[in-house]
T-cell receptor, first 114, second 113 residues
Framework: ETGVTQSPTHLIKTRGQQVTLRCSSQSGHNTVSWYQQALGQGPQFIFQYYREEENGRGNFPPRFSGLQFPNYSSELNVNALELDDSALYLC?????????????FGQGTRLTVV | AQTVTQSQPEMSVQEAETVTLSCTYDTSESDYYLFWYKQPPSRQMILVIRQEAYKQQNATENRFSVNFQKAAKSFSLKISDSQLGDAAMYFCAQNNAGNMLTFGGGTRLMVKP
């Protein structure tokens, strides 16, 4: 158990809909990163939030957006869902953005777009 | 841009034997860590071992050790005395200055009893 919790665990949505995924970071952690893991592939970095501000973004379109709240929990929002958005979405929290800081992962949300 | 490559989609090892998983990477960063993560069917990424790029000494954690060759940009994982519980997907990863991770495509490790 890492103390990072994600909800829901599974989700089925229809193409064109919008979805919100949630992540509660480990106590004391102010940094949350989101990753998309397509079936059979390694995770890909979507974006990172540090103290409620977006701190970095991967190669994902603007319809992927996020928020971080004062308690450092975070949301990932995806608009206009496409079939290729079907994936496992992982969040990871860490105590800082430093390279020597371990990131702790949640168990992910499995999103299926039909 | 950073890239991480794992050239072995699947590996198999007999229980109690030793197996080595390969990883190469490319980066322009000077300050970074390299990681091996294990992802069992439960989906949660578990950190197995990490190596700071500035340290020449290879990291070791119990049965897990790495062979870090900085000039060759190679970072392999050796698992000794393999156990059935080691069966999982293994991902090599590198972070950057903001602690954002770049992952390889993964290696599925099967352990035969």
């Amino acid at each position: 158990e890492t103390g990072v919790t994600q909800s829901p665990t599974h989700l089925i949505k229809t193409r064109g809909q919008q979805v919100t995924l949630r992540c509660s970071s480990q106590s004391g952690h102010n940094t949350v990163s989101w990753y998309q893991q397509a079936l059979g592939q390694g995770p890909q970095f979507i974006f990172q939030y540090y103290r409620e501000e977006e701190n970095g973004r991967g190669n994902f379109p603007p319809r992927f957006s996020g928020l971080q709240f004062p308690n450092y929990s975070s949301e990932l929002n995806v608009n206009a869902l496409e079939l290729d958005d079907s994936a496992l979405y992982l969040c990871a929290s860490s105590s800082t953005t430093g390279t020597n800081t371990e990131a702790f992962f949640g168990q992910g949300t499995r999103l299926t777009v039909v | 841009a950073q890239t991480v490559t794992q050239s072995q989609p699947e590996m198999s090892v007999q229980e109690a034997e030793t197996v080595t998983l390969s990883c190469t990477y490319d980066t322009s960063e000077s300050d970074y860590y390299l990681f091996w993560y294990k992802q069992p069917p439960s989906r949660q990424m578990i950190l197995v071992i990490r190596q700071e790029a500035y340290k020449q000494q290879n990291a070791t954690e119990n049965r897990f050790s790495v062979n870090f060759q900085k000039a060759a940009k190679s970072f392999s994982l050796k698992i000794s005395d393999s156990q059935l519980g080691d069966a999982a997907m293994y991902f090599c990863a590198q972070n950057n200055a903001g602690n954002m991770l770049t992952f390889g495509g993964g290696t599925r490790l099967m352990v035969k009893p």
